[in-house]
């Protein structure tokens, strides 16, 4: 198998992702109703009970609405850092303290033969993360609800063979938009989420040449379009020289209401051989 995930959902009605490698798959983020979550994980072959842990990212709604459900039905452990559990605690109900478990922002969990690192990000929750996945030599990183990317994150989501980035808004759609200025602001801050031009520029910069496929995620369903998501970030690539004539990747979509296929980050030993006799 290898390591390989699937977003079950992507965007601000919910976000759900599962990540797979040869001996353990993990659940980020419950962002549906765990009704839903079932749902998406059957049609990609997978269930509660597969599943050896929970990750949360951060305590907004989009991200637990089935957290404490979920984790209660399969009996999952789930793991958030201490301030994370603390401002969740209340929007999740109990979950026994077997099930509890503390991964400090900037920390390192291994799942079998499953690595995952956690890296803090800037975005208006108590302690958001985002999580870095590694197996059989390939890496897959997480980096949505990102108010911009600082040095520190950039630096965490080099060398990535695949990419979930946000691409969350059109800066003039949002402009232009019904919300009030006030919630225009957070989502413009540093502390609310990438525009379009801000997921270009980061990937101007975190491109290499070991980079298969860039995912689009956290679209706003108000404010962006999947298609002006990724004109604009090519748009910006292009720009800065960097559209597909140096780096052999592809764009991919991601989607609100249903899971992406199977992506295979890298394929196991057995796979390789089988592939070649």
């Known amino acids: ?17 599962v990540i797979q490698s040869d001996e353990a798959t993990v659940l980020v983020d419950v962002g549906l109703s765990g009704k839903k979550i079932d749902e998406l994980m059957k049609g990609r072959g ?13 305590e907004h709604s989009d991200h637990i609405k089935g957290l404490g459900a979920f984790a209660r039905k399969h009996s999952l452990p789930v793991y958030a850092n201490e301030k994370t559990w603390a401002a969740m605690q209340r929007l999740i109900g109990d979950i026994p303290d077997a099930q509890r478990f503390i991964m400090p922002a900037d920390s390192v969990v291994e799942f079998a033969d499953l690595r995952v690192e956690s890296y803090a990000i800037s975005h208006d929750a108590a302690e958001p993360v985002g999580y870095c996945f590694q197996a059989d030599g390939a890496k897959l990183s997480l980096a949505t609800d990102l108010g911009y ?14 990419l979930v980035l946000e691409s969350n808004h059109d800066i003039n759609m949002l402009r232009m938009g019904r919300y009030p200025w006030n919630i225009k602001r957070r989502i413009l801050g540093d502390t609310g989420h990438l525009s379009n031009e801000a997921a270009g520029e980061a990937l101007c910069s975190l491109l290499s040449e070991k980079t ?8 706003s369903q108000e404010h962006n379009m999947m298609d002006l998501a990724k004109l604009t970030v090519n748009n910006v690539l292009e720009e800065n020289g960097l559209f597909y004539h140096k780096h052999e990747f592809s764009l991919c979509d991601t989607y609100p209401d249903k899971a992406t296929e199977w992506d295979i980050v890298s394929q196991s030993m057995a796979q390789l051989i089988g592939s070649r006799a």
């Open 212 to 219: 298969k496929r860039v995912y689009l995620a956290h679209l």
């Open 149 to 162: 990317v600082s040095d520190k994150v950039m630096r965490q989501l080099q060398q990535s063979d695949v």
């Open 46 to 58: 997978v269930s509660g009970q597969d599943l050896d842990a929970i990750l949360v990212t951060h």
């Open 1 to 17: 198998m290898g390591l390989r995930f699937t977003v079950l959902a992507s965007g601000s009605t919910g976000n759900a992702t």
